[in-house]
């Protein structure tokens, strides 16, 4: 059997986690509960729908080929890992069913969050919430970065939904490397050295523009995890109607996307403010804004990703001239291409050995504050209804990982006309992460009347 390494960004994710900051990924699906389970009023009927999800849950996930491998270390190359089969994989291990008398989720979910995976199984958690509401129960996926990238883990929790095919799901294992003979590997070499200088190319062109883009100098306080952070971890959330985020991007020009960035500079802008901390000066903090490198959602498995890099406007009082200093940075960012520039660090990934992942994942962890300052990350979800046993998905929080030294990171997705924000903060130094919820509405509010 052919052995399936972790290509090196994989890998990358796999070695610069630390118990303090996880690498997994999060999905927070809210249901509506539906059937016979669902319709009455009474406490335990609600659990019986969430006992049935997570029945339903580890029922299908052991069909789910992707999700029955765990990550081990093999002695060649060094330093590197591969995916081999859990030969014990029990549902029990991964499927939990957590009783709360959190009405909102997002309260449950902070916990779990903060949760490292075990990294001895199968890199991922579904954790069914059964609150109090009768009529409604939530599940947080929690899939390690190494395992996926946010399409990949959208792709593997639609696995576990209604009328998907489990057996087939998702991750397809990289194909052998074909036996090639020494006459043609001899003609393919002048094509492989121009290949590898052109990658080299590209890693000192990336590296520069890291150089370029700037230390972190004036990134607002709120924004750093001080050194007492003890990994703790907040969650958030906020629904806006996607009716009114195309009214301003038809009034004031755009993308979607440009408008839901510019939304965060200014909700940022506006919960500094009611922060009572000074106004914001200088180029405004680095986002880091994930790009896709897929063909198509779903495609395979482990990450493809680069990014860009575009500095938040927060000193701009204005929210148009906001919003057009967004759209300006981030068309010149596409305009360069995911390929170039400081946010296609991950890029970098490739050039490193698979010992030096190993030996320095740690070090990488700790200097990511030298290379963005928050993550803003758009999760693209399918045009379908999602479904587990008959009850309706209504809303879908996509959830971020917090990099060393960051005290928020911000993800965002469109399901069903309505846009989700998952906000996800370090408990310590983000104590009030739903004003920052609030802050993303007021700023819509404002929008769309000066629009109107």
């Known amino acids: 059997m052919v052995t399936e ?33 669902g319709s009455a009023a009474d406490d335990s009927e609600a659990e019986s729908a969430a006992e049935f999800a997570s029945a339903l849950l580890a029922a299908r996930c052991a069909a789910v080929p992707g999700l029955r491998r765990r990550i081990r270390d093999v002695l060649l190359p060094v330093g590197a890992a591969a995916w081999s089969p859990d030969p014990g994989f029990d549902p029990a291990r991964h499927v939990f069913l957590v009783r709360t008398d959190c009405a909102d989720p997002h309260t449950a979910a902070g916990p779990l969050m903060a949760r490292p995976l075990d990294r001895d199984l199968p890199p991922w958690e579904a954790h069914v919430l059964a609150g109090p509401d009768p009529e409604r129960f939530a599940v947080l996926f929690k899939f390690h970065h190494a395992l996926a990238d946010g399409m990949g883990a959208l792709a593997l929790a639609a696995s576990l939904f209604d009328g998907f095919d489990q057996e087939h799901a998702v991750r397809t294992p990289a194909p052998p490397v074909p036996e090639q003979r020494v006459g043609s590997a001899l003609r393919r070499l002048p094509g492989a050295l121009a290949a590898r200088v052109q990658d080299v190319g590209q890693a000192l062109e990336i590296g520069a523009a890291v150089a370029r883009s700037g230390l972190p100098l004036g990134v607002p306080a709120a924004l750093v995890a001080g050194p007492e952070s003890a990994g703790t971890r907040t969650v958030a959330g906020l629904a806006l109607d996607l009716d009114e985020v195309n009214l301003v991007r038809k009034g004031a020009g755009g993308t979607v996307n440009d408008v839901l960035i510019a939304l965060v500079a200014g909700a940022l802008r506006r919960w500094l403010a009611g922060r009572g901390e000074p106004a914001p000066q200088g180029p405004g903090p680095r986002a880091l804004i994930p ?26 009082a204005d929210p148009l001239r906001r919003l057009d200093s967004v759209r300006t940075g981030m068309d010149r960012n596409k305009d360069a291409g995911p390929a170039r520039g400081a946010g296609a660090v991950a890029l970098l990934a490739d050039h490193v050995h698979p010992l030096g992942h190993r030996l320095g994942g740690p070090l990488v962890a700790q200097a990511a504050r030298l290379l963005f300052d928050i993550l803003v990350t758009s999760v693209p979800l399918p045009g379908l209804t999602f479904t587990l046993g008959g009850s309706r998905v209504r809303e879908v929080y996509p959830l971020a990982p917090l990099a060393c030294g960051q005290s928020l990171a911000v993800a965002v997705s469109t399901y069903q006309g309505t846009v989700h924000y998952g906000l996800v903060g370090d408990a310590a130094a983000v104590p009030d992460l739903e004003a920052l919820a609030g802050a993303l509405r007021a700023e819509l509010d404002e929008l769309v009347r000066q629009v109107s």
């Not at 390494?5 to 999060?26: C, N, Q, V």
């Not at 790009?291 to 701009?316: A, D, F, I, K, Q």
């Open 291 to 316: 790009v896709s490198r897929r063909g198509r959602p779903g495609t395979g498995g482990g990450n493809r990703l680069s990014g860009y890099l575009l500095r938040l406007p927060l000193s701009e």
């Open 5 to 37: 390494h972790l290509s090196p960004l994989d890998l990358a994710f796999w070695r610069i986690e630390s118990a303090a900051h996880p690498m997994h990924l999060g999905a927070l699906a809210v249901f509506e509960a539906a059937g016979p389970l």
